[in-house]
């Protein structure tokens, strides 16, 4: 795989916007700690959660730009793990979140990781998504 290959697609969202032209392969290495984060019970404030959702985002975002050939070498792991995403989340449709952060603009179906909140409740954050009408 050539190194444009990935980085195409950072440097189109850094262009719309985005902070800093990352890689497909730093984004799915985010996508993939959040996950082990949320299948160990995530801790952290919910700022830093959502935050760190956005990761997923970038994925989707990026996704249109890539060239097949990364699409075809990305696609395995990112859907690997949002499979371990799911079975480590519930779904809600976005009730927890949407006291937190405006989620309606996100699409339902596309983005669904926005319409799920963690098993596992732990610390700061668990009191948080409880107080917003989470449960175990």
């Known amino acids: 795989m050539e190194p444009d290959d ?6 189109v969202l850094h262009r719309r916007g985005r902070r800093k032209a ?3 392969q730093e984004m799915v290495d985010q996508w993939s700690w959040l996950v082990g984060e949320v299948e160990d019970g995530y801790s952290d ?6 935050n760190d959702l956005y990761s997923r985002n970038w994925l989707h975002e990026a996704w249109p730009v890539l060239t097949e050939r990364a699409i075809i070498r990305w696609t395995p792991q990112v859907r690997a793990l949002d499979d371990r995403f799911r079975a480590a989340t519930t779904f809600d449709d976005g009730i927890c979140w949407a ?6 603009r996100f699409d339902p179906v596309d983005m669904w990781w926005w319409r799920r909140h963690p098993r ?3 610390g700061h954050f668990g ?3 409880r107080a917003a009408g989470a449960s175990d």
């Open 120 to 122: 596992l409740l732990v």
């Open 45 to 50: 404030l919910v700022d830093a959660y959502v």
């Open 127 to 129: 009191r948080s998504l």
């Open 6 to 11: 990935e980085q195409h697609a950072g440097e």
């Open 99 to 104: 006291q937190f952060h405006r989620i309606s």
């Open 22 to 24: 990352f890689t497909v």
